[in-house]
């Protein structure tokens, strides 16, 4: 049975910096890429970042990027989201998700094959 399962989440102030993590359990965890997504109340789920099987490609969405950093520890089956510079635009419930399609488009939301259940990020003004 495949679980992922974020920590990590909590109340921030503005500015401030957080780190999730996503741990992976029953698949083989260095065969699947990695994404994290976000939704806010209301909103629809929005592409945060994704990280190749080996972790040599990244990619972010563009209200993140040079603020979030993802990242991968194949030997611990984990995978990482820093954030940094948040604002509260930021809040949101934050999902990771693996995929094994044979070719990564991060942003995809229909390539992923697995999800977790999320944690919650709020950051205060």
């Known amino acids: 049975q495949v679980q992922l399962v974020e920590s990590g989440g909590g109340l921030v102030q503005a500015g401030g910096s957080l780190r999730l993590s996503c741990a992976a359990s029953?698949?083989?965890?260095?065969?699947?890429?990695m994404g994290w997504f976000r939704q806010a109340p209301g909103k629809e789920r929005e592409f945060v970042a994704g990280?190749?099987?080996?972790?040599?490609?990244?990619g972010y969405g563009a209200s993140v990027k040079g603020r979030f950093t993802i990242s991968r520890d194949n030997a611990k089956n984990t995978v990482y989201l820093q954030m940094n510079s948040l604002n509260p635009e930021d809040t949101a419930v934050y999902y990771c998700?693996?995929?094994?399609?044979?070719?990564?488009?991060?942003?995809?939301?229909?390539?992923?094959?697995?999800w977790g259940q999320g944690t919650q990020v709020t950051v205060s003004s």
């Open positions: 029953g698949l083989t965890f260095s065969s699947y890429a």
């Open positions: 998700a693996a995929s094994r399609a044979p070719v990564f488009v991060p942003n995809n939301r229909d390539q992923y094959d697995y």
């Open positions: 990280i190749s099987r080996r972790g040599g490609t990244t």
